[in-house]
């Protein structure tokens, strides 16, 4: 291609990264600083259309002017024939559609890495929402994966070192400069039934293309306009329940009847996924398949009994002896999660953080009564501490969590209080 855009020619197009109805987005180099963008021009029947390029140019405007993982944009200017462009970073890992095609031919989805998405997409729609911002084109070739990691096992989706950034802000819309009211726009398969004729939208729009795209990386394929084909799909894609029933609240055709907050929608997800894995174990976390008898079975990591969350299930240990799974309570107060298991009598209390950035060491503490004396840690990672007041654990990935209180009756049989836990990018 080898054509130069903006001054002294200084954005110098290679080869064409994907195209629209609008506009066409181009692989480029700044030869100013030699470092590879991506630079999104607007179709050239479109230049003299008003409403079209004003709104190209808007779009241009809002990424700059937001914080937080939106694709921000680094210049705009004019080609010769009077076209605008955005000049952007080049996402080197590509989009997430791109990467679950290619993903899919030799991985299967897992609750891990379901997790690990949700997550992600719950914290970009977030901080879009957080600033009065509805996106309203919420799709896998608009979710961008930043950082690539050389790294990255082929069967794992999103590296550790990879970031997933919104883009595409052309439909955003600012809801605090209006009524609300706006023209159908958005992708079929990913676009909520109020969006789909001129209508009045909110954050839950976003929430309905969330649930697709975790539709689509589950199945194979867009959502089905029909509920009950919609719930066959991931029923057939063996999602189980709990998982299935938070992706359909998220997609009510009713936005009242959909979770109020993206927030909100991600922690349904999150308790659908329990039960909790262990954070720095590859061989324990990865390979799981979503499927619902496996999400509820057992799993082994480093040769230590991980718990599954599921009570009165009794594991055998190495030396053969019963362990049972205590039963437990959890509340979270201020971000601070307490588990409390009464064991014959005696009350054990377990208290920790509810999330653990990644990087960031958590420390979780446990009150035990007097008539106990004899109690181990079990860390997500496998390593015993025995007759500590605390663990101190430290994050290394995303995903769910979980420590272990494993305690010695003078019966012999022994007790094991879980305590789940979530690490965040």
């Known amino acids: 291609m080898d054509e130069a855009v903006g001054p002294n020619g200084r954005w110098r197009l ?14 480029a180099l700044d030869t100013r600083f030699e470092s590879p963008v991506a630079v999104k021009i607007l179709a050239e029947n479109y230049t003299n259309h008003v409403e079209v390029r004003e709104r190209f140019l808007s779009e241009a405007l809002l990424q700059r002017q937001l914080t ?21 970073p080049l996402a080197d890992g ?17 609750s891990d890495d379901l997790y690990q998405l949700a997550s992600m997409l719950s914290r970009a729609i977030g901080a879009l929402h957080a600033q009065g911002v509805v996106h309203r084109d919420v799709k896998p070739s608009n979710l961008l994966l930043f950082g690539s990691d050389d790294e990255r ?45 001129p209508g009045r939208v909110d954050n839950r729009a976003d929430i309905w293309a969330a649930s697709a795209v975790v539709h689509w990386f589950l199945t194979g394929h867009p959502p089905n306009d029909s509920a009950t084909i919609r719930a066959n799909d991931l029923a057939a894609a063996g999602t189980g329940d709990e998982l299935a029933a938070a992706i359909a609240a998220g997609m009510a055709d009713d936005p009242a009847r959909r979770p109020a907050t993206i927030e909100e ?37 480093i040769a230590v009994i991980v718990i599954a969350g599921m009570a009165g299930v009794r594991l055998v240990n190495r030396s053969g002896a019963a362990r049972i799974e205590a039963e437990v309570a959890t509340a979270v107060t201020d971000g601070v999660v307490t588990t409390t298991a009464d064991l014959d009598g005696s009350t054990v209390v377990i208290t920790g953080p509810e999330t653990i950035a990644v990087g960031e060491t958590g420390t979780f503490t446990v009150e035990l009564p007097e008539d106990i004396s004899t109690w181990t840690w079990i860390s997500p990672t496998g390593t015993h501490h025995t007759g500590e007041p605390s663990l101190a654990v430290r994050a290394t990935r995303p995903g769910r969590g979980v420590v272990q209180l494993v305690i010695s009756g003078a019966t012999g049989e022994t007790r094991v209080v879980a305590h789940g836990f979530d690490v965040v990018p």
Do not use: C, H
């Open 14 to 27: 290679i080869n064409t990264l994907g195209a629209g109805g609008f506009s066409t987005v181009y692989r």
């Open 68 to 88: 937080g993982p939106v694709v921000p944009v680094y210049d705009t200017g004019e080609t010769p024939s009077g076209q605008p462009f955005i000049v952007m």
């Open 94 to 110: 590509g989009d997430l559609d791109n990467r679950v095609r290619s993903w899919r031919a030799t991985a299967e989805p897992t």
């Open 153 to 197: 096992p082929p069967d794992q989706l999103i590296g550790p070192n990879e970031t997933l950034l919104l883009g595409d802000l052309g439909f955003a819309k600012q809801l605090a400069d209006g009524s609300g009211l706006t023209l159908g726009v958005g992708t079929p398969g990913f676009v909520p039934p109020e969006q789909r004729t």
């Open 265 to 301: 929608w991600y922690r349904s997800v999150r308790r659908a996924l329990i039960p909790p894995l262990p954070v720095d174990s590859v061989t324990a976390r990865r390979r799981r398949p979503l499927v619902a008898g496996v999400v509820a079975a057992l799993v082994a990591a």
